[in-house]
Each structure stands twice: as structure tokens, then as C-alpha cells.
């Protein structure tokens, strides 16, 4: 659903009691060599520009908590991460005794939890009370002596509405924000938001935000948000149809070719493509470099998710690279195995043009 008043992107139909959040989760993308740069680099910049250094930083929604070592390492931070899906044994040995893991939500049982600081990384598009939950992280950080810096980062629908990436649209994603709206999302539960900008090759957004200690109606805030347009929203219903037919005419083309289909990446992606399109017959396998996920199966197609060196059993192979930004990646290490296979984008499949040889 689209709200007109403000521009907010969400699921209207989401129920949280059919969304498991818990160890089972898999969801880490540190074995990718490029992730990792990327998050170092973030980690530093974040370090840098606000001294956080020698302090606790809190991360809510911590994962596997990669992010959060990072942050302790670089700034010789110690680090609280609350995720039900963290895994306490997998932490590295050498950063384990600055962290404290809780298996549990951040809420309004840490109030009076101390930190210098709060990181949140894609976790807000996975709360349906966006503003109870801006507003319970609000309260927390008014009462610190030293009102904490705030860094989020989330997707950004305006590239998934620009690019119609269908498979970026998914049930566990219940909340998805342009800048315009993120900014109307924090200020409204009462932040000063210091910045916003694109990252990643402008498939995610980072904020940078403080609490405000002075109250700010909600009515004045509203009046002073710009609405931003709704045309990528509809530019991407009049596209969706003729681009979903065009990725199902390339897939059943490559079969037609004799070529063996492959999605490169076991995640959420994957599944979105495979059950928006109904072509799970057409689709062999997934990879993932994630020894974590290899071995085991999608949800809801069943698929199975293998490691590159399985590829080598597969002569007349195409793979479908499920985030174009891994391509250089990927190829690289396709080429160091020995494996022969035909490398496209998912974004190329949006074209009418012959794809493969």
C-alpha cells in the first residue's frame, strides 16, 4: 500500500504471528568479500565522523552481530547487540569480550540501558509500528546524560519502485522508505535527522540522526514534510506486468537453449523471484557462498541452496546473480574454481532483448 499524505510504502496485510524471527534465521551476507569492505568502510566512516571511540554502542537488530564487532574493533567500542537470531558461538574469539549478545528484542525493558551510541541496520523495514517504535527508541535515548548518536541504515524503495525489482518486495518487509519519508518517520517521533544519503550503489539508505530534547508537535512536523511524488509508485504498476513477462520469457528461453538455470543467492531474493513468476520448474538450483545455507532448501519452493563447487557438475550452466552489485564478485570466483557458466543480472532479465549464448 501506498499513503498518499505522506509517501510510506507498506504491507498492509502483514500479521507479525506468521513471521518467525529466531536462531533458524540465516540471514549474515559477511562471506561476501565485497559485503565485508562495505561494512568495514561504513563501521569507520560512522567511527570517524562522530568519536565513537572507547565508548557502548547498542545495536538493535544485531544479526550475527558481524557489524557490531566491527564497530568494536575499529573504535575499541564495546558493543550490547539484542537479535533473537544472534549466535553467540560464532562470534570471533578475539572480539567476544567486548560484546554482550542478548537473544531477546530491544524494548522498553532497556530503558535504563547506558551507550553512547545506537546502530540499527535493516531492521526498521521489518516493523509494522514504525512510529511506536521510532518513538520507544526516542525515550530511551532522551534519558542518557549524553543524548546518543542514531545510525540507521535500511532499503531504498525509490530504487526498487525506479528499477521495478520485484524481488526486493516481500511479505517480511513491512515498511519501506524513500528519504523524504525516513526523515518524516524520525523527525515525527521526535529526532534531529543530521543526514541521509544513498550507499551501497543506491540500493540502501543511512541515517544519521540525534534526539531531540525540546518537543516538537507532531502537527507542525507534518506541516513542513514535503509529499514526495507517487509517480515511481505507479510508474511501477504500469511496468510490472510486461517486466514480469519478460523475465519469464528469458528464463524459458536459457531452458529452451538446453542451459541449466542457477540463481546465485539463497535468500529472500531468490524466493521472491521464483514465487512472484511461478517458475520453479525452470529453475534448477540456488548458490550461496554462506556454508551456513548450503545443503539446505528455500522457503516455500523448496529449492536447494549449494555451494560454487557444486557448479562444476553442470556443463551448459546459467546464472542469474540475484544483486547485480556481487557480479565482479562473482565471476572472479567462478573463473578460480574452473567453472564455465553463462553470468547474468537479474536486472537483465527485464529486457526483451535475446539474453546468453
Known sequence: MLCRSCGFVFNADFNPLLVEYSGRIE???????????????????????????GETIVEVGCGKAEFLSLMCEIGDNKGIGFDPAVHVKRIDAGVASRLTLVTELFGDEQMGLDADALVCRHTLEHIPDVHKFLSMLHRWAVQR????????E???????LDEVAFWDVFYEH???????????AFERA?????????????????????PRIAETTAQSIAQSHHVPSIAPA?????RYRSITAACRANLERFVRDGKTVALWGGGSK????????????????????????????????GHAVVGPEQLRNYPSLQLIVMNPVYMPEIAQAIET????????SVNDLLTTERLGS
Not at 546524560?145 to 540507521?152: K, T
Not at 521526535?190 to 540525534?210: H, K, N, S, T
Not at 574454481?337 to 547474468?344: D, P, S, Y
Open 270 to 301: 531468490a524466493v521472491g523471484l521464483l514465487t512472484t513468476l511461478d517458475v520453479g520448474h525452470l529453475v534448477k538450483f540456488t548458490v550461496d557462498v554462506n556454508p551456513n545455507k548450503q545443503g539446505k532448501f528455500l522457503v516455500g519452493t
Open 154 to 160: 535500511v532499503p531504498d524503495v525509490e530504487r526498487i
Open 190 to 210: 521526535g529526532f534531529e535527522v543530521l543526514d541521509i544519503r544513498r550507499v551501497y550503489d543506491g540500493q540502501y539508505l543511512v541515517l544519521e540522526a540525534r
Open 337 to 344: 574454481i574452473g567453472v564455465h557458466a553463462q553470468i547474468t
Open 27 to 53: 540471514e549474515t551476507q559477511a562471506f561476501s568479500p565485497h559485503f565485508v569492505r562495505y561494512a568495514k568502510s561504513l563501521a569507520g566512516e560512522w567511527i570517524d565522523r562522530h568519536g565513537i571511540r
Open 145 to 152: 546524560s549524553e543524548p546518543p548518536i542514531v545510525l540507521f
Open 174 to 184: 513491512c515498511s519501506y522508505f524513500t528519504s523524504g519519508t525516513l526523515r518524516f
Open 234 to 238: 505507479e510508474r511501477f504498476v504500469d
